[in-house]
């Protein structure tokens, strides 16, 4: 998945984006509002981690300004306030969630676990499709009772790929979904990490196909 971390204070962006880098997700890191802006114009997200308090503004009135362009992208607010008054303004206005800060790294990851479920409809971790069964939370695939694990990169792409089964979706598409404009990225690294879920999946009625210069798609047998 590919998120989008608004927050001033580099130590914690810097943290905070390595941390999720190493569960499979591309971190871009934006410490205005206005870098913020010009990511969203420039890439999709599937989450926003947002700070209320940035140089350039509040962000929940950022966040008041989404919601009111109908841009339903889930975001989770990093507050340093412990009220309640201020927690339960930040989610009328529409926020998926809260955590406070400090917090621990766990923490957050369950949050953004558990939003970005919500947010894809789905209330279980783990997910039947085509005779093999993916837990996000434990990072793996089960065929045929044989409990198979998954890398960060592969385990996101196949959130992508199970979160709408059919759909066909292209390289760029995929590139932009699970890497950070950071990130320098080969031309057949989606290749790769399609090869990789490809054996995960052998021996289960699922198949990843591979439509030639269109892209890939996820159908049972």
């Known amino acids: ?34 870098e913020a802006r010009e990511f969203l114009d420039s890439a999709p997200y599937d989450l926003i981690l947002l700070d209320i308090s940035l140089p350039d503004g509040d962000g929940r009135d950022f966040l008041a300004r989404e919601r009111a362009a109908r841009r339903d992208t889930p975001v ?8 309640v008054g201020d927690r339960v303004s930040t989610l009328d206005q529409g926020a998926d969630d809260y955590i406070t800060k400090p917090f621990e790294f766990a923490e957050l ?27 996000a939370l434990a990072a793996n695939v089960t065929v045929n009772d044989e409990v198979r694990e998954l890398r960060a990169r592969e385990l996101r792409l196949l959130e992508i790929l199970l979160s709408r089964p059919g759909q066909t979706y292209s390289k760029p598409h995929l590139i932009d979904r699970l890497f950070s404009f950071d990130e ?28 030639r210069g269109v892209g890939y798609r996820l159908i049972p047998e």
């Not at 990093?78 to 009220?83: D, F, I």
């Not at 031309?187 to 995960?200: C, H, P, S």
């Open 1 to 34: 998945m590919r998120f989008l971390l608004v927050e001033d204070t580099d130590d914690l962006a810097a943290a905070v984006a390595s941390r999720l880098a190493m569960d499979g997700h591309g971190v871009d890191r934006a410490a205005t509002l206005k």
């Open 76 to 83: 989770i607010m990093m507050t340093a306030s412990a009220s």
């Open 109 to 135: 990851q369950a949050r953004c676990r558990a939003v970005l479920r919500r947010h894809q409809g789905v209330a279980d971790s783990r997910q039947h499709f085509a005779g093999f069964i993916f837990d």
């Open 184 to 211: 320098e990225v080969s031309d057949n690294a989606i290749e790769v990490y399609v090869g990789r879920l490809r054996r995960k999946l052998d021996g289960s009625g699922a198949r990843l196909e591979t439509l």
